[in-house]
């Protein structure tokens, strides 16, 4: 499941909607003129996850052009984690301030395996950030376009991680180093909007590489002849052989390719493609 942080800027991108009632039936993620009483309270809003669907089943939401939307994971919430999974338009400030800090910490991602630690991992190499409560209030993030973003928390230590997993990241080992590198595994996970099976198209060489480090079960072959492979399983795939349990782990549904009012998408847009800043604050 995935939400809004009452105290988000939402609430101002979306003021036009905070007047009245709204008619039956209204679409405040597409209509932005429509009047509702309560942001928060209003299901269509308050439970966007229901219409982040994978292709073939519930038609993809056109977000309104003047609506950005933060969305996260009820789990990561539950245990303290301010998080924040931002729609394409959502600006890095807003983003920041929905989890409460000034700066997010990233680093030049570069689909390998390297792990850096925050506040001193600024703008090197890497494709996880790690950050320890010990040093205050620190955010980490990562920035994707059709990889997949996961968020991790530590439970005994209020320690965070954000690791940017590209095909490339998971079969060299990405999760494996960030969680090594984090040092526990009473964690809770969210995995965030990436691109779906459904849009994942691959040759039969890349298949066989992530499904020899993660199952069999991620690669899908359809009667044309496509191979496509389900990044978001795999990624659960890791983490459950890690020792992680499959109940703290949470998705944030969303297929970047195909629900473009809502996700930035390489695979669909190219060099244009921008790019979806995925965020954690450490939890103290």
Avoid at 191 to 204: D, K, L
Avoid at 239 to 260: F, I, M, N, Y
Avoid at 263 to 283: E, K, W, Y
Wanted: glycine share 10%.
């Amino acid at each position: 499941m995935q939400d809004f942080y009452c105290d988000h800027a939402v609430h101002v991108s979306l003021q036009c909607l905070v007047d009245s009632t709204h008619a039956t039936g209204a679409n405040p993620l597409q209509d932005p003129k429509a009047t509702i009483q309560d942001i928060a309270s209003d299901k269509q809003v308050f439970r966007a996850h229901q219409f982040l669907t994978s292709c073939g089943n519930t038609p993809a939401v056109s977000a309104h052009p003047d609506v950005s939307m933060i969305f996260q994971s009820q789990l990561l919430c539950r245990h303290g984690f301010r998080h924040a999974f931002p729609s394409r338009d959502e600006r890095e400030l807003d983003v920041a301030g929905c989890i409460g800090v000034r700066h997010i910490h990233q680093v030049r991602q570069v689909h390998g395996t390297r792990v850096a630690l925050a506040p001193s991992a600024e703008g090197t190499e890497a494709d996880a950030v790690l950050g320890r409560a010990g040093s205050g209030r620190i955010a980490v993030g990562v920035r994707v376009a059709d990889c997949v973003p996961v968020l991790v928390g530590d439970c005994d230590t209020g320690d965070v991680l954000a690791i940017h997993a590209g095909w490339r990241g998971l079969v060299s080992g990405i999760v494996r180093a960030g969680l090594e590198e984090l040092g526990s595994r009473r964690v809770v996970v969210a995995i965030g909007p990436c691109i779906g099976p459904c849009c994942f198209e691959v040759g039969a060489d890349v298949a066989e590489k992530i499904a020899q480090e993660s199952s069999a079960a991620v690669v899908h072959r359809k009667d044309s002849g496509v191979v496509t492979v389900d990044l978001r399983l795999a990624v659960r795939t890791q983490l459950e052989a890690l020792g992680v349990d499959p109940s703290r782990v949470d998705d944030v549904d969303g297929c970047t390719k195909h629900q473009g009012g809502l996700f930035h998408s390489f695979r669909r847009d190219g060099i244009q493609s921008g790019r979806m800043l995925g965020a954690i604050r450490t939890n103290r």
